[in-house]
Nanobody
Framework: QEWLVESGGGSVQAGGSLRLSCAASANITSAWCMAWFRQAPGKGREAVARIRNTLHTRYYSDSVEGRFIISRDSANVYLQMNRLSPEDSALYYC??????????????????WGQGTQVTVSL
């Protein structure tokens, strides 16, 4: 069975940086598309970034473009978050999709989810 485990969340002041990691089970191969989502209290799950498979094509939401960087290696996916603001506070989830053909910003397009890691940004 596939699984994902996030780590690296925490509390940081506005303007600071954090790096999230997502460890994937061995059967989630480099052919899968990987993404990060986030969910703040009272809000829906929001797509943050996605990285495709072998070509490593990256997509970002407008709210994080230029501040966040998604990357991957053979077994992990990362989210480098810079210039954080309180609006970035949320539970961050890693997600994996067997098919890269579905709309990347829709949570329904992903087959496996982690449990989430909390990011809190204070002024």
């Amino acid at each position: 069975q596939e699984w994902l485990v996030e780590s690296g969340g925490g509390s940081v002041q506005a303007g600071g940086s954090l790096r999230l990691s997502c460890a994937a089970s061995a059967n989630i191969t480099s052919a899968w598309c990987m993404a990060w989502f986030r969910q703040a209290p009272g809000k829906g799950r929001e797509a943050v970034a996605r990285i495709r498979n072998t070509l490593h094509t990256r997509y970002y939401s407008d709210s994080v473009e230029g501040r966040f960087i998604i990357s991957r290696d053979s077994a992990n996916v990362y989210l480098q978050m810079n210039r954080l603001s309180p609006e970035d506070s949320a539970l961050y989830y890693c997600a994996a999709a067997r098919s890269c053909g579905r709309p990347w910003m829709s949570p329904q397009g992903y087959d496996v989810w982690g449990q989430g890691t909390q990011v809190t940004v204070s002024l």
